[in-house]
């Protein structure tokens, strides 16, 4: 073999072995249960929050209720981002707590 295979091939199965080296840590931390790549399961259900209603006051500018367990929310959303407008009290009949 010529010496420019050579220079050619070594840094090749360096990076192969390298590669090869992460792969057997990964599959060994894996299988101890070290690393985990799916999202685990959360113990809340899928309806924790609902959006109750939305209002457009404008093209870029609305209102949204929001019910996140037993409580309901009331919020602002613009451009700039959201903004807290107040909790509605579910027993006085839609009071609207801030």
């Known amino acids: 073999m010529t010496g420019a295979f050579m220079e050619f091939l070594r840094p090749c199965l360096a990076i192969a072995l390298v590669f090869s080296l992460l792969w057997v840590a990964l599959w060994a ?12 399961k959360s113990p809340a259900p899928r309806d924790l929050l609902q959006l109750r209603g939305k209002l457009m006051l404008t093209a870029q500018h609305s209102v949204h209720c929001v019910r996140v367990g037993q409580r309901e929310f009331v919020l602002g959303v613009h451009p700039s981002g959201i903004t807290f407008l107040g909790e509605v009290c579910p027993d006085a009949a839609g009071e609207v707590l801030k």
């Not at 931390?29 to 685990?40: D, E, I, K, S, T």
């Open 29 to 40: 931390l894996r299988n101890h249960g070290a690393v985990q790549f799916r999202a685990p």
